[in-house]
C-alpha cells in the first residue's frame, strides 16, 4: 500500500479497527516528534513498526493507550476517541490492552506472582486461588511456571521481558502493543520472545502492534507461525508470509512506509532501502 | 536574552505551581471516590509513622533536655528556675515539637517517597500501572499522603512528651530540682489554645511532606540524576515550606486566640 492510499484511509470491510490514528502530531517542547501519523489495526491483524531509534516508535505505542497526548490528531481505541478523553475514563479503556514495555517495567517490589496477577489483584474480582491458577497459567505459557514466587531483580533479562508478557496477556487483552521487547537480548533468547509473541497471534489471534529495530525479528515474525502441535514456531513454506502481518517504518516522525513484507522488500524509498541494507 | 530567561523561569514557577496546586488538591478528594486503597494506607502508615518512631522519639527528648539546659541558665539569673516546665512544656507544644518532627520527618520520609516514586517513573512502572488501568494517584499517592497526615498528627504528641521528659530528665538529674513542681509548672502553664495550635500544625505538615515528595517523585526526568535531583527538591521544598506554614498558621492561631 503506497502511502497516498494510507492517508486516504478505506474504511475496512468487516468490523471498525481496533486503533485507528488520524493524522496525530505530538512534540515535547521542541520540533515534533511524530508528525501528521495516520494507519490503522484491524482486528486479528498485526503491524510491525519499524525504524531506527530515537525516531518516536514508543511515542507512537504509548499514544495508542493514551499515555500521552498528541498536540493534533485523533486515536481511536475500540472505536473512542481517547485523544481528549479524561484519564478517569481511559483507565478501564486501558485495562482491554495489554503492554509489554521496553525493560519489562515490572514492579520490583512485588513477587512475579504479584506482577503477573497485579490486573486481577486490582479489580478484586478473583479469590486468591482463582488469581492463583491464572497466573500459573499465564506463566506457563511463557515457560516460566518456576518463576512464580520469584522476585523481578533475581531474573535475567530475558526472563524479565517474558515474565511482563506473562503479566500483559493475563486478562486476555483485545490489543497487545509490544515496545522494542527483544531490545538489549541476544539472539536466542529474542528468538524464544518471537516465538511467544508468533504463538500470542496465531493461537489467540489477538491484535498487536510491534515496535522494533530488529529486522530479523520482523522478518521472522512474517514468515513463521505457531505449530500448536510442536509447540514452536515453524517456517511457512518458502514464499508464503503472513497475510495478517504488515510493516510500518518512521523515519523523523514520519511515517514513510505502511504495506506488506513484499511491499517493504521492494520499497523505491531510499529511507526504506538504506534501513534495510 | 536575560528578559526572555526570566520570562522562561517566570512561566515554569507558574506552571510548577499550576500542576502542584491540581496534584495535592486530587491526591486529597481521591479519598471521597472509590476505589480508596485502605491496605496501602495502613502499609504507609506503617512505614511513614512506626518506621519514623525511633528519630521522633530521640530528637523530641534531646530538644526538651537542651531548652531545659538553656532556659535553666537564663532563668536562675532572674530566680526563676521553677518555671523551666512551663517553658518546656510550652515551647515544645506549641511551636518545637510539631516543627522538628515535621523536619525530621521530612528529610526521612519525603526523600523516600521521591525517590521510590521517582525510579518507578525512570523505570517506566508508572507507565505499567496506568497501563494496567490503575491510576498511580490514588493507588502511590493518596494513601501515602493521608498516612502522613494521620502519622505525623501522632508522632507530634510523642516528641512533645518525650521533649518534656527530657526536660524533666535534666532538671531533675543535672539541676538538681524538683521532679513534681517541673510536671506541676508544666501541667498548669498549658491551655486550650496551646494544645489547639501544637495539634493542627502537624496536618498541615503532614500534607505538605507527602504532597510534595510525591509530587517531586512524580515528575522526575532525567534517569537516575533525575531521581537524585527529586529526592533533593523533596527535602529541601517541604522542610522550607513547613517553616513557612507554621509561621502562617501561628499567626491566624494567634490572632484567634491572643494569648
Known sequence: ??????????????????????????????????????????????????????????????????????????????????????????????????MVFQEGALFDSLTVRDNVGYQLIEEGKLTGEEIDAKVHESLRFVGLEETFSMFPDSLSGGMRRRVAIARALINQPELLLYDSPTGGLDPITSTNIISLIVKQRDVRSTPSLLVTHRLQDAFTMCTHRFDAGKDEMVPLPKGETDAKTTFMMLDEGRLIFDGSLHELLHSENPFVKEFLE | MAIQTLDRTAKQIVLTVQDYSIFAWQSLMNLFRPPVYWSDFLIQSDVIGVGSVSIVLLSGFFTGAVLALQSAATLSAFGATNVTGRFVSLTMIRELGAVLTGIMVAGRNASSMASELGSMVVTEQIDAMRALGVDPLRKLVTPRVYATITMLFFLTIV??????????????????????????????????????????????????????????????????????????????????????????????MLSLWPS
Open chain 2, 159 to 252: 516528641a512533645n512528651a518525650f521533649g518534656i521528659l527530657g526536660g524533666a530528665a535534666v532538671t531533675v538529674f543535672l539541676n538538681h530540682q524538683n521532679g513534681t513542681q517541673y510536671f506541676s509548672m508544666a501541667w498548669e502553664g498549658l491551655h486550650f489554645r496551646d494544645v489547639a495550635q501544637g495539634l493542627v500544625k502537624p496536618l498541615f505538615f503532614g500534607y505538605i511532606i507527602a504532597s510534595i515528595g510525591c509530587f517531586y517523585g512524580m515528575k522526575t526526568t532525567g534517569g537516575t540524576q533525575g531521581v537524585g535531583r527529586s529526592t533533593i527538591s523533596a527535602v529541601v521544598t517541604s522542610s522550607v515550606l513547613i517553616i513557612v506554614a507554621d509561621f502562617l498558621i501561628t499567626h491566624v
Open chain 1, 1 to 98: 500500500m503506497s502511502l497516498s492510499l494510507l492517508t486516504a484511509l478505506e474504511p475496512l470491510k468487516d468490523t471498525l479497527p481496533v486503533v485507528e490514528m488520524r493524522h496525530v502530531t505530538i512534540s515535547f517542547e521542541g520540533p515534533p516528534v511524530l508528525s501528521d501519523i495516520s494507519f490503522r489495526v484491524a482486528p486479528g491483524e498485526t503491524r510491525i513498526l519499524l525504524g531506527p531509534a530515537g525516531v518516536g516508535k514508543s511515542v507512537l505505542l504509548k499514544l495508542i493507550n493514551g499515555l500521552v497526548k498528541p498536540d493534533h490528531g485523533e486515536v481511536l481505541l475500540f472505536g473512542d476517541e481517547i485523544s481528549t478523553m479524561p484519564e478517569e475514563e481511559l483507565f478501564p479503556i486501558r485495562a482491554r490492552t495489554g
